[in-house]
């Protein structure tokens, strides 16, 4: 199956009545960058920067994440890169760093660790922006904002950084900034946060997890955890919507991007990027190419009309059974 699916690298992911969906993926591993592009990845819309964090010892220089973070925007340019800054706190812990929080999912997190500290934070953007010179491709991407001073702040030190590297004899060009939506404010702010950023990101994981206030990895309410949840299809709904009105790039790189039933979804909603893990972009692409999006928008509106994640989810499988 797979090797009848990798004839599918090359072509287009088009549905038959010619919606283009743009397929990047998701990385955080050297070892993830040859897959990327041998399964056709037009980008990565996610790198998880964290990812060479925790495989460290202690936190890695700025030399150290120049030398990885270049190989990965060489080996993409001059296809988009978005690197995301640090995104621990909560699931993500590092083994030479410890939290210690009473609800580290409402906690120290992403870009909350690392404006409080700043070092850390210059450093890596540093080394981003290093590992760009001579290149045209590299996007930074804010983890869990939920307030707008958290883009200033970062656009500032990006601002400082640039003015050092310039002064250093590095001209780099600025890179494109855009933020993950995954806490419901940045949802709702979308409106004042807009002028101050070039795309928006979806991450369908926590933006779940916090409208339907549901830690996925506690096992006591995990299968109250669902993607498909009515609450979740409206969000999806109300950013894609905001995001057209205000002419702003937007993507969604959760787990739902490589999900069959929800792309089905996705596609009807009208998002036309999507990031996913390497090895799932020939099935999501072979998806696409066979479904009529007129006949998914029939669809999205029945999964509107239902009440709960079971009857959407029997809507979906009745239709991917048709499809195969
Ligand atoms: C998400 O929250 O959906 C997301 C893509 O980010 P991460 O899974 O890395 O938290
Ligand atoms: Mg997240």
Redesign the pocket.
């Given at each position: 199956f797979n090797k009848a699916l990798a004839k599918y690298k090359d072509l287009p992911a088009v549905t038959l009545d010619g919606f283009h969906v743009t397929l990047h993926t998701n990385t955080g591993l050297l070892a993830d960058v040859s897959p990327g592009l041998r399964n056709g990845a037009e980008g990565i819309g996610?790198y998880?920067s964290e990812i060479p964090f925790m495989v460290h010892d202690s936190f890695p220089t700025e030399e150290e994440q120049y030398h990885v973070y270049k190989e990965v925007i060489d080996a993409y340019s001059p296809r988009p890169v978005s690197m995301r800054t640090l995104?621990i706190g909560g699931d993500k812990q590092l083994p030479y760093f410890e939290f210690k929080e009473e609800n580290p999912y409402l906690g120290w997190r992403g870009i909350r660790f690392t404006l409080d500290n700043t070092a850390l934070q210059v450093t890596q953007i540093r080394a981003m922006l290093r590992a760009a010179h001579g290149r045209e491709n590299l996007q930074i991407l804010i983890?869990m904002v939920s307030r707008i001073e958290e883009i200033k702040a970062i656009k500032e030190l990006i601002k400082q950084s640039l003015a050092e590297l310039n002064k250093e004899g590095k001209q780099v060009t600025k890179p494109k900034l855009g933020i993950?939506i995954?806490v419901p404010s940045a949802m709702l702010l979308l409106d004042k946060i807009a002028p101050y950023i070039d795309f928006v990101s979806i991450?369908?994981?926590?933006?779940t997890q916090y409208l339907l206030a549901v830690d996925r990895n506690n096992p006591k309410v995990s299968r109250l955890f669902n993607n498909l949840h009515p609450a979740v299809l409206v969000a999806l709904q109300m950013i894609r919507s905001k995001c057209s009105e205000l002419n702003l790039s937007v993507s969604l790189?959760?787990?739902m991007a490589a999900d069959p039933a929800s792309v089905l979804l996705l596609i009807a909603m009208g998002f036309d990027r999507l990031s996913l893990s390497a090895h799932k972009i020939p099935k999501i692409k072979w998806l696409i190419r066979q479904v009529n999006r007129a006949d998914l928008l029939k669809i999205l509106v029945k999964a509107n009309a239902a009440e709960d994640e079971a009857e959407i989810h029997k809507i979906l499988q009745k239709k991917l059974k048709e499809l195969g």
């Open positions: 996610l998880r995104d983890p993950m995954e991450g369908s994981n926590d933006l790189c959760g787990e």
